[in-house]
């Protein structure tokens, strides 16, 4: 419908200026875990460089080996795109996929400002 138009171009770049939001879980066999958490610290310090970085936290699942979160927030879904290509991400992705990890990724929408107004 807009597909060309300005308001087309303002509604894709407004979409582009929200904050993207991502938690994702990292599993790989107990035996692994120590290789994945050194990876993970290495991409964690490079990404947090990143400009549009808001917040980048991995966490170590304390009763099941080889689980980890990451919480991820980003500036805009395009400063997210771009962390997708950087070289400590893309290590990061090959590293899971030698490990046969599985990652379940969901794109969040924290909930901060609705319960702050409570």
């Not at 407004?14 to 994945?36: E, G």
Request: charged share 30%.
């Amino acid at each position: 419908m807009f597909h060309d138009g300005a308001a087309f171009r303002f509604l894709k770049d407004l979409m582009m200026s929200h904050s993207a939001c991502v938690v994702a879980i990292l599993t790989v066999s107990a035996d692994r875990a120590r290789d994945l958490e050194l990876e993970l610290v290495r991409c964690t310090v490079a990404s947090r460089k990143e400009e549009g970085c808001q917040r980048y936290v991995i966490s170590r699942d304390m009763e099941t080996a080889g689980r980890f979160t990451a919480e991820e927030r980003w500036a805009s879904t395009e400063a997210f795109e771009q962390h997708l290509e950087t070289p400590h991400f893309r290590a990061l992705a090959g590293l899971l996929d030698r490990l046969d990890a599985t990652v379940q990724l969901m794109r969040v929408e924290p909930l901060d400002e609705i319960s702050d107004g409570v």
